[in-house]
C-alpha cells in the first residue's frame, strides 16, 4: 500500500483501502462473468433458503471483506437468478455492459446528490446533454430536445416516467377545469400496456373505475385500434367523464405490439389528451434507420420514455424521459425550500432535475450513459441490437420449421412469442379454435414445458398469456448471448418437449 | 488477458476487458480520493460550462475509456460539487465508504431486476434479513420487523418512502369512507417538515388546500407542538374535513429539530391519523444507545424511514422504511399481470417488493447494506456516528467562545446551525428582536459571509431561515472528515468574517 502512512486506514473511505478492496471485487465480477454459465440460469432455491444459513442480527464487531465475499459466493450466489447469463431469455433483458458499469461505478464513486444544478453542476449539465445525443440518435422531433425547448430527463424506471407525466397532465387540466373534477379524468391504455400506467393511475388518485384497458385482439397483433380508442373516449364523454391521458406502447410486455403511434396521436389531439409514448423496451432498437419508423408520429405525443437499463446497455436503472412542455412538469413536482435556494436557480440559467422526477436526490446516472454512448458510438449500439434481431430470428426460424411448434404471433424485434402443439391439434387451425377444451390443454402442456425447461437451470424464459394462449417468450438479448446459445436453447427446448409429449402420452 | 482466446473481446461484456477496465477506474477513483483535498469543494463552474467543452452528438465510431476518462478529469471534475470531500459540510452528508461502495458494484455486476421473489430470491431475502438486522439495531418495536408481522423494504429515498405510506393511508381510508370523499382528506407537518411531504400529497392527489404547515416557534426548537396539531386537526374535523396522514420529523432539515413522537403519537391515535415518521438523517444515529430516546414512541407510529445513504455509509440511494401492516402497502401497490405470475408468489410464502414499492423494477440494494453492516459492524458504526457529533461539539465550542458568532439553535446530532451577529448586536438580545432592521442586515451580512466563504472553494457549507433567521448550517459527516477539517474550516469562517467585517465598515 502506498501512502498509508498519511492515512488513517481505519477510516471507510481510507484511499489505499479502497483501492485493495475495489481491485479485489473486480476480480470476484470478471470471475464471475468467466464462470457464469456454469450456474443454472433460475436460481433453484427454496422460499426462505437465506435466513437458514445467515446469522440472526449484525454482528458487534467487523468482519472482513474476505469473509463477506466468500459468503456472497456459497449463500447469495445460490439465490440469484443470473440476469448476465447468455442463456437468459426471460422478461425482457437487463443489458449490463463494461461501459455502463463503469459509468455507474464513476457515480458511486463520486456519490453526489444532484438534486439541483448547484449541488453538482455537471451532473445536471451531462445528463441535458447526453439526452440531447440520444434523441438525436433517435431522430426524436426537436420539440423533445433541449435546443428546441422541450428536454429529457434520466428516471430509474417508466413507472417514475409514467407518474410523473400523469401527475403533470392531470394538473395541467385541473387547473382548467377545477379540481372538483378529478374524479372525472379518465386514463386510457391498452389491455396489453404495462401494468405500471394503471399503477400510476391508482397513486395519482385516479378514480380507479375511470381506468380503460381497451381490448386489443390477435387480428392486429395486439396493438391498440385507434377506433376503439375513438369510441371509449366518446363513451365517456357520454357519460360526462374527462379524458385525460393515453398511454401508447412501442414493444409491449407480453408480445411486443406497436400501438400505431401517429393515428392514436391524432384521436389523442381530437379530445385534448395528452399521449405518452411507452417505448421502455423497443425504443433503444429505434437508433436503427430499418426499425424507426415503429415510432413514426411520435411528434404528435407529448412525452415519450424508454428504458436504456433494458436493451441498451445502462445498467439498471436508467429510463430516458423526453416531454416537449418541461413546464408542465415542473409546474407539479417542483419544490423551493429556503435551504435549497441558490443564485444560479434564481437566475433562471439551470435546469434544476428535481422539478422534473418524484423524488429529490438522484444519482449521476448520466454518467453511465454518456460512457455507452461514448465507448459504443453510434455504429457499434446498431451492430448490437442488430446482432440481437438476427438471433431472435434464427430462433424463430427453428420454431417454423419444427411443425409441433408454432409462433404465435409475429415476431417484430427480438422477442419469439412461441408454443408447442398439442398432437393432432392442426398448425394452421390451432388459433383460431379459441379457448376450447384442446386449447386449454395445450395451455396446460407449454406451463409444463416451460416449468421442465426452467427447472433444468439450462435456459430461462417467460411466458405470457395473450387472447387466451399461453405463450412462452424467448426474448434475446443478455450482453454475453452468442448465436451458440440460442441453438443450444433450442436443443434445451426440444428436448423437454420431447420428453413431455412422450410421459404425457401425447 | 487471460483466456481471451475463448472469449469474443468484441463483446461489451468480456469478463478479461472487464477485468482491465474495472481495475483502471478502481485506480481512478483510489487517485481521486487521494487528491480530493485539492478541488473546490463547491464547483466554480458557470451555468452551461459543459455544453461549450463537448461534442455536438454522440460519436459514430467507438472512443477508448481511456479517452473518456481523460475528459472525466479535464471536464467533468471542475463541475463536480465534492459531496466526499473531508471540507464537505453542506446540507446532509452523502457518506460514501468502501463497504458501500463494494455493495453497490457487486450489485451493478449482478445487474438483476429483483421485483419479484422468483426474479432473484437472494435479492428479495437478503433486504428482509438486513431490515430486520437494522430494525433490532434500533431497537424499533418488533411490530415493525417481519418476525413480528411487519416489515421493512429499502425504497430509494424518503420520497418515495412518505409517497408509498401516504398512498396506503389515503386507500385505507377512502375503502372505509368512499372515494367521493378524496377531496376532503388532510394531511399534516409542521413548517419544517420536509418539502417531499408536500409534494407527495401534491402526487397523491390530496387537495392542495388540505395540507397543514403547523407553525412551529424557536421557543420549542421548531419541534411541532402537539397542542397545535390537535387544535389543526379540530379546526378542520369542524370544517367538514377528513384528517388522513401526519408525518413527524426526527432531524429536520433546517436545524435537526426533535418532533415529539410519543405525544404526536396519541394525538393521531385519537383521530385515526396514519403516523409516519421520518427520520431520514436522524435515524442512523438512533443505534447509539444515547440517542435512541429521540424515536421513543415509535411503537406508536404507522411507519417510520431512515436515509442510510445519508449518515449510515451506504452510498445513494438507499432509504429503508418499516411498516407495521405491510398488507396496507401492498392492497394500494400490487399488480399482477400474467407475465409475472408464478408458483412462489401463488405459495403466498414469499414477498414481492414490487408490491411495496412505486415501482416495479428494483436494484439489488440490500447488498450495500449488508456489506456496510457486516464490515463495519454495530461497534465500529457507533463509533462512526460519534465522532461525527463529538467534531460538531467542537465546532459548537469554537463559535460560542467567539463572542461575534452565536449557535441560533440548540445542536442535537452533528449539525450546528450559527450565524455572525452584527456589531453592537448583544449576544443575548440578538434573537428575541425579532424581524427589526438590525435582523435583516444581520441577515444579509450571513448571506454574504457563507457566499464569500463556498467562494473560496475550501469549504461548503449551506444556509436555511428558521423564524426570520438566517442561519449557516455546518454538517459535519463526510466519511473523510477528521478533527483538522473541523479546525480549518473554522478558521475559514472567522478569517472570511474579519474581511467582511472590515470591508463592510461594522
Not at 455492459?97 to 453538482?120: D, K, P, Q, R
Not at 392531470?170 to 391504455?189: H, P, W
Not at 400505431?260 to 396521436?265: A, E, H, N, T, V
Not at 465507448?375 to 426460424?397: C, I, P, Q, T, W
Request: neutral net charge; glycine residues 6%.
Amino acid at each position: 500500500m502506498k501512502h498509508s502512512s498519511f492515512h488513517n486506514t481505519n477510516n471507510p473511505l481510507d484511499p489505499e483501502e479502497f483501492r485493495r478492496q475495489g481491485h479485489m471485487i473486480i476480480d470476484f465480477l470478471a470471475d464471475y462473468y468467466l464462470n457464469i454459465e456454469k450456474y443454472p440460469v433460475l436460481s433453484q432455491v427454496e422460499p426462505g433458503y437465506l435466513r437458514k444459513r445467515l446469522p440472526e442480527s449484525t454482528p458487534y464487531n467487523p468482519e472482513s471483506i474476505e469473509t463477506i465475499l466468500q459468503d456472497v459466493q456459497d449463500h447469495i450466489l445460490p439465490g440469484v437468478t443470473h440476469w448476465q447469463s447468455p442463456s437468459y431469455f426471460a422478461y425482457f433483458p437487463s443489458t449490463g455492459s463494461i461501459a455502463g458499469f463503469l459509468g455507474e461505478m464513476l457515480s458511486t464513486g463520486f456519490n453526489v446528490v444532484g438534486f439541483n444544478w448547484i449541488s453538482s453542476p455537471a451532473a445536471t449539465e451531462l445528463e441535458s446533454i447526453v439526452m440531447d445525443w440520444l434523441g438525436e440518435m433517435l431522430q426524436l422531433p426537436k420539440s423533445f430536445l433541449f435546443s428546441g425547448n422541450g428536454g429529457g430527463v434520466l428516471q430509474g424506471t417508466t413507472c417514475e416516467a409514467i407518474l410523473c407525466t400523469l401527475v403533470a397532465a392531470r394538473d395541467q387540466m385541473l387547473r382548467r377545469i377545477g379540481s372538483q373534477n378529478m374524479g372525472k379524468l379518465v386514463v386510457y391504455g391498452s389491455d396489453q400496456t404495462h401494468c405500471s400506467l394503471q399503477k400510476a393511475a391508482r397513486i395519482a388518485g385516479i378514480n380507479p373505475s375511470n381506468f380503460r384497458a381497451i381490448k386489443t385482439t390477435k387480428r392486429t397483433s395486439f396493438s391498440l385500434s385507434p377506433d376503439s380508442l375513438r369510441s371509449a373516449i366518446c363513451e365517456d364523454i357520454d357519460a360526462g367523464l374527462i379524458p385525460l391521458f393515453l398511454c401508447a406502447t412501442v414493444g409491449t410486455t407480453s408480445t411486443t405490439a406497436i400501438d400505431p403511434i401517429g393515428s392514436l396521436s391524432d384521436v389523442a389531439k381530437d379530445y385534448g389528451l395528452w399521449l405518452h409514448v411507452d417505448a421502455a423496451y423497443a425504443g433503444s432498437v429505434c437508433i436503427c434507420p430499418e426499425f424507426r419508423h415503429v415510432i413514426d408520429g411520435v411528434e404528435g405525443a407529448n412525452s415519450f420514455s424508454l428504458n436504456a437499463h433494458k436493451w441498451f446497455l445502462t445498467t439498471l436503472d436508467c429510463c430516458c424521459l423526453w416531454v416537449k412542455d418541461p413546464s408542465a412538469l415542473i409546474k407539479s413536482l417542483s419544490t423551493n425550500p429556503e435551504y435549497l435556494k441558490n443564485k444560479a436557480t434564481d437566475s433562471r440559467q439551470v435546469v434544476d432535475y428535481k422539478d422534473w422526477q418524484l423524488t429529490l436526490s438522484r444519482r449521476f446516472r448520466s454518467l453511465k450513459l454518456w460512457f455507452v454512448l461514448r465507448n459504443y458510438g453510434v455504429a457499434k449500439l446498431r451492430d448490437f441490437l442488430r446482432s440481437h434481431v438476427n438471433m431472435a430470428k434464427l430462433f424463430e426460424g427453428f420454431v417454423t420449421s419444427d411443425k409441433r411448434f408454432e409462433v404465435v404471433v409475429p415476431r417484430s424485434f427480438a422477442v419469439v412469442c412461441f408454443r408447442v402443439l398439442s398432437p393432432g391439434m392442426g398448425k394452421a387451425a390451432s388459433y383460431a379454435n379459441g379457448t376450447t377444451t384442446n386449447e386449454a390443454s395445450t395451455n396446460e402442456l407449454n406451463r409444463k414445458l416451460l416449468e421442465s425447461i426452467n427447472k433444468s437451470g439450462l435456459v430461462f424464459m417467460t411466458h405470457s398469456v395473450v387472447g387466451g394462449v399461453f405463450v412462452m417468450r424467448f426474448a434475446v438479448g443478455a450482453t454475453l448471448v452468442e448465436e451458440k446459445h440460442v441453438i443450444t436453447a433450442w436443443k434445451v427446448v426440444q428436448e423437454h418437449a420431447n420428453a413431455i409429449l412422450i410421459s404425457e402420452n401425447y
